[in-house]
């Protein structure tokens, strides 16, 4: 998805840091493939970079996909720990 402005590329036009793939994916701790599957999924936006080839990312929009990321997984421990002290008993039958 390529974020155009008056014919020039948005993310250079606001001189906003922006990153390859592979750069990050090693932000996030994932596999260039893992990140390429966000993009693909539209979880992770992206736009095209001065080649008009290559994808890129904005590191803001990778703060706030790994905020959202931290969040989700924050949630489902919580959940997961209040699950266990409602019912100890199905925490000891599983193990």
Do not use: K, T
């Not at 390529?2 to 090693?26: C, H, K």
């Not at 994808?55 to 699950?83: G, T």
Request: aromatic share 4%; glycine share 6%.
């Amino acid at each position: 998805m390529a974020v155009e402005l008056w014919g020039s590329n948005l993310a250079e036009q606001l001189d906003l840091e922006d990153m390859s793939i592979e750069e990050a994916a090693v932000e996030l701790g994932m596999a260039p493939a893992a990140v390429i599957h966000l993009l693909e999924s539209g979880r992770l936006p992206s736009h095209l970079g001065s080649d008009g080839r290559r994808r890129r990312v904005l590191a803001a929009d990778l703060a706030i996909h790994r905020e959202v990321r931290f969040n989700a997984q924050q949630r489902r421990v919580q959940e997961r720990r209040a699950r266990a002290w409602a019912e100890p008993e199905a925490d000891e039958l599983v193990s």
